[in-house]
């Protein structure tokens, strides 16, 4: 994982076009982000799963697999956030049954 000030510099890279108030606000997000991306890198080191010694199929997840699915939860919401802020959206992509159901309504209405 990059240093946290390399980690830094490229998210202030990324945000650099905002309005000074807008960066006020994104700022401790980025250190917050920044805080979670060294945390997940801890606990990716270890075990998600134990086994019952003797029979393998008991199985159960490990606090820091349930940890992990938490942290990068708050992580993707605090990147959904930043993307927000920025106007960069996801491509949206148009389901095949709405076209279909526009195409219909579309002729219906001719």
């Known amino acids: 994982m990059k240093k946290e000030d390399e980690r830094r510099e490229e998210f202030e890279e990324i945000c650099e076009n905002l309005d000074a108030e807008t960066l006020k606000l994104v700022t401790p997000l980025i250190d917050h982000l920044i805080f979670i991306e ?3 890198a ?3 080191k ?3 799963i134990v086994t019952k010694p003797g029979d393998n199929t008991k199985q159960r997840a490990t606090p820091a697999a349930k ?3 938490e942290l990068q939860q708050t992580y993707i919401n605090a990147l959904k956030l ?3 802020v920025l106007g ?3 491509e949206t992509v148009e389901s095949p049954l709405r076209a279909y159901m526009e195409k219909r309504i579309k002729e219906k209405d001719e």
């Open 88 to 90: 960069i959206e996801g």
């Open 42 to 44: 801890e606990l990716i």
């Open 38 to 40: 060294k945390q997940l």
């Open 82 to 84: 930043i993307n927000g």
């Open 46 to 48: 270890l075990p998600f």
């Open 67 to 69: 940890q992990y699915k």
